[in-house]
């Protein structure tokens, strides 16, 4: 192949060669399929400038136009709106009324990719299933489900993110600790580090984790509490976690506990405030965390 095969023919003539010539073959020349990609996107650039006094070029997504926020020349109109056709005033409106499906998460262990199907048996209009229908969506359902866990790994991702979820549901923690403490598993069991230790222990150890992280502590017997394992076994399996998985966790301030049991011991303000000032002698001192002033 010919070296000029691999070069295409543009146009590149100028104002005056266009206005002299009439043949069109004029300005004619072989460039490189890079070369021509790049001054498509110097064309699309110079476009963006007003054809009228060379002013800066606005879109009104409103009324659908182009103009010029100099001259007030309007270059283009009815523009093509790419966004929905429905409007929504809150978060939950949106919600309700959007069609795509829900951003992946780690908190499941196909991050969201897969199908659920609805345990109610009734259609999309609310209606009852007959017998037959309903004996084929629960074969849908047992074969979903068999699907989505296809071997030992994903079974027991499956196990311990629904632990997870339901010790940070009983113990009120947030959205951002259960997506924390879901990857600190995921790498706890990437990395190998569940033989001789059990699934509970090693989820309960990340949720612990993950919620120092997060600056909403929990306290042990809090956690020991809602979890399946005994305080020494979360202990352990705890500092194992954090040391195979170098994760930086500090020391909990104790000031993140007060407002929490101001609010169960059903506290006044000024015994809240009192104990806040407490804890910032304490801390001046050196002695909250375990260690003694000089």
Known sequence: MSEKSTYTRVNARTRDESEGDD???????????????????????????????????????????TVCADCGLVITEDSVDRGPEWRAFDSKEKDQKSRVGAPTTNT???????????????????????????????????????FRTRDSKERNLKQALGEIDRMASALG??????????????????????PGRSIEGVATAALYAAARQAGTPRSLDEIERV????????????????????LEVEPADPAQYVPRFASDLDLSDEAERR?????????RAAIHSGLLGA
């Open 108 to 146: 499941m262990h196909d991050k969201g990719l897969s199908t659920n199907i609805d345990w109610r048996d009734r259609d999309a209009y609310g209606n009852s299933l007959s017998s037959n229908q309903r004996q084929k969506m629960q074969r849908l359902r047992k074969w979903n489900e068999r």
């Open 23 to 65: 043949d069109g073959s004029a300005g004619q020349r072989w460039v490189r399929p890079g070369e021509e990609t790049e001054q498509t996107e110097e064309t699309a650039d110079e476009e963006l400038v007003c054809p009228e006094c060379g002013g800066n070029v606005v879109t009104d997504d409103e009324h659908g136009e």
């Open 227 to 246: 979890s399946r394992v005994e305080k020494m076994e979360l202990t352990r399996t705890y500092r194992y976690v954090v040391r195979e998985l170098k």
């Open 275 to 283: 104990a806040r000032e407490l804890l910032e002698s304490a801390k």
């Open 173 to 194: 923690l947030p959205e951002n600790v259960r997506e924390t403490a879901s990857v600190i598993y995921r790498r706890a069991l990437d990395e190998d580090l569940l």
